[in-house]
């Protein structure tokens, strides 16, 4: 359930950044695949992962934490 929160989230900054999987991916470094596990909710992200996240999105990772 926590996944699929921080999937949701990720995936709506993602998208209002203008960014495909695939660009986003090679951007941070990871597989598209893995990306879309995190993006599904099917893998809970690591800190290193939501760390260049909150960077290449430009947003504070409080405000990429899913709300309680």
Same mark, same amino acid.
């Given at each position: &359930?926590? #996944? +699929? @929160?921080?999937?949701?989230?990720?995936? #709506? !900054?993602?998208? /209002?950044?203008?960014y *495909?999987?695939? +660009?986003? #991916?090679? +951007?941070?470094?990871? %597989?598209? %695949?893995? /990306?879309?596990?995190?993006?599904?909710? %099917?893998? &809970?992200p *690591? $800190? =290193? !992962?939501?760390? @260049? *996240?909150s960077?290449?999105?430009?947003?504070?990772? $409080?405000?990429l934490s =899913? =709300? +309680?």
């Open positions: &359930m926590e #996944a +699929e @929160k921080w999937g949701r989230r990720i995936r #709506a !900054f993602r998208k /209002l950044k203008g *495909t999987q695939e +660009e986003f #991916a090679k +951007e941070i470094g990871v %597989s598209v %695949s893995l /990306l879309g596990e995190v993006e599904r909710g %099917s893998r &809970m *690591t $800190d =290193p !992962f939501l760390q @260049k *996240t960077e290449k999105l430009n947003v504070a990772l $409080d405000e =899913p =709300p +309680e």
